[in-house]
């Protein structure tokens, strides 16, 4: 491992990042909702993200660098963060959607800026394939906000 990064090692770790952030959020709101469909579906969203996780962790590795692991801390105060967001909001579940919905806006922000720096073919394939997710993923949380009584 060298000690400085390149861009293509710093744009994997910044996406890397933000896809365990977001299943770890997907995680926390399974847990935290009440809504029993809801719930079920940010298990298995949280499972989902997991994977593509682990497949950019590895690929990480590849690049010869170690994959940035989250501060533990950090995430705490941000789900605390959610849940007081949601528990002051008069729908609940509503909430936790938009911050879901803002959480796969951010993986695609990043999942282009990734795209910005010269990827070597595996790492390029496996940002189209989280992207495509994020794409899946935005419409169905979208088709749930539509649907979900307010």
Known sequence: MKLLRTDQ???MNAF???IRKSAAHYQ?????????????TFKELAEQRQA???????????????PAEPDPDR??????AHHISARVSADQAAGILQQRMANEQEV???????????LDANCAALVDEVEKHVQTISKR????????PA
């Open 9 to 11: 090692q710093v744009a």
């Open 16 to 18: 890397y990042a933000a």
């Open 28 to 40: 926390d709101a399974a847990m935290f909702l009440d809504n029993a469909q809801l719930s079920a």
């Open 52 to 66: 593509l996780s682990r497949k950019v962790k590895a690929a990480i590795r590849t690049l010869d660098d170690l």
């Open 75 to 80: 995430e705490s105060l941000e789900q605390l």
């Open 108 to 118: 695609h922000d990043l999942a282009s800026d990734a795209r910005e720096t010269a």
């Open 141 to 148: 949380l979208q088709s749930l906000i539509d649907t979900h």
